[in-house]
């Protein structure tokens, strides 16, 4: 009967660990994406000042950018699927 209750207990434990640690790594993607999000702010601005908004549909650092952000949101996604399933240890 204590060894049931301990496997519960280490099982909630595991369970709040992969839930505490899926948050700071929702939090660390987050921080990435509005990093992402600045710099191509600040590569924007310039272009929309000087109406080159065509230009930079050809620049690679944009482009990269613009996937960088896409592959981003796509794992905070997942990550944000997998809280709302819950974790099973």
Do not use: H, W
């Not at 509005?34 to 050809?58: F, T, V």
């Not at 796509?74 to 997998?82: E, F, G, L, S, Y």
């Amino acid at each position: 009967m204590a060894e049931n209750t301990l496997n519960k207990i280490k099982n909630g434990a595991l369970s709040c660990a992969c839930s505490v640690l899926n948050k700071i790594n929702i939090a660390t993607e987050e921080s990435r994406l509005k990093a992402k999000y600045e710099s191509l702010g600040r590569r924007l601005l310039p272009a929309l000042e000087k109406d080159a908004l065509d230009e930079l549909k050809n620049d690679p650092e944009v482009v990269e950018l613009v996937g960088n952000i896409s592959e981003i949101r796509a794992r905070i996604r997942d990550m944000k699927k997998r809280e709302q399933k819950g974790f099973q240890a």
